[in-house]
Every structure is written in structure tokens, then in C-alpha cells.
């Protein structure tokens, strides 16, 4: 015995291109934030830093910071690219060394994966690199509504 549902076909061609307008909706809201967030940290990079009583030039670094896309669009990197030991130099300009990492690590903002991170760069301590966060903050304030966000476009397109 079979059981043959009238407009079924039909529903189911409405559900993918229901689906498919859910994931457009999630990479557009996607590429805009991480946009927003390269945007911003440019904007706040630091020009220079302080290592003791030397100030070292960074002019650098806002040409350097970009993002990457990867996943078909479903995921985003957002830092410096340079070769070799960029992740380092972003990890140091951006949280400092020493005395100046823990107390910008111990804002509450800083969740344990990106502690981690910065614990990869860690040495002995007792840096003098003074941290000058311009990727983090931009990072939290662009992706502190991302699920709202992306709730109301996906709605937004799918009418």
C-alpha cells in the first residue's frame, strides 16, 4: 500500500530553498561582522609600544591586520597575517607580557580559550611589554548581538 501526499514535491522545493536562504543569511551576517571587527581593530591598533624605556614603532601593524575566510563562508579570521612569528607579536602587542597580560587577561570579557591563547606566547613572566588590546574588544563589541543578528536576518530572508 502506498500513500502518495498531494503538493509534498513542492514542499520540500520550498524547504531548500528555505535552508539555503538560512545559510546565505548566516554567511552574509558572518563576512559583516568580521569586517566590522577588521575595521575596528585597524582603527585601534597602537602606532608604537612601550618595552621599557624604549617606544618601538608599529606603524606596520594596521596595514598588517586582515581577515581570512575559510568553511565556505561559515568561518572567519580576524589578526595580523604575517609570516613566522605574527601569532607572537599579535599575542604581545595585544595582551603584553609580564605584569601588564595578567591584568588585561584578568578582565572578565577574556573567556578561557582566548587565555589559552595567550598562554601559548607565554615565557617567564616577567615581560615588559605593555599590552595594548585593539583585536579583543573589537572582537566582543562586533559579536555581543551575533545571534540576534543573525536571527533577524535569517528572518529577514526567508519571508
Same mark, same amino acid.
Request: no cysteine; proline share 3%.
Given at each position: ?33 568580521a569586517t566590522d571587527i ?22 606596520? &601593524? ?66 615588559? &611589554? &605593555? ?29
Amino acid at each position: 500500500m502506498s500513500v502518495k501526499i498531494k503538493g509534498l514535491d513542492k514542499a520540500l522545493a520550498e524547504l531548500d530553498k528555505k535552508g539555503d536562504a538560512v545559510i546565505e543569511a548566516v554567511k552574509d551576517t558572518l563576512q559583516k561582522v568580521a569586517t566590522d571587527i577588521e575595521v575596528e581593530a585597524i582603527r585601534n591598533a597602537p602606532s608604537s609600544y612601550q618595552i621599557g624605556d624604549a617606544r618601538i614603532n608599529l606603524s606596520f &601593524i594596521k596595514q598588517k591586520i586582515d581577515k581570512k575566510v575559510s568553511n565556505n563562508g561559515l568561518s572567519w579570521n580576524i589578526g595580523l597575517d604575517v609570516p613566522g612569528t605574527g601569532e607572537q607579536w599579535e599575542s604581545w602587542i595585544e595582551f603584553g607580557t609580564g605584569l601588564s597580560a595578567r591584568e588585561i587577561l584578568s578582565n572578565p570579557e577574556y573567556t578561557s580559550e582566548v587565555r589559552n591563547i595567550a598562554r601559548q606566547f607565554y615565557r617567564n613572566g616577567k615581560g615588559r &611589554i &605593555i599590552g595594548q588590546p585593539y583585536l579583543m574588544p573589537a572582537f566582543f563589541r562586533n559579536t555581543a548581538n551575533l545571534a540576534q543578528e543573525i536571527e533577524e536576518k535569517i528572518n529577514k530572508d526567508i519571508k
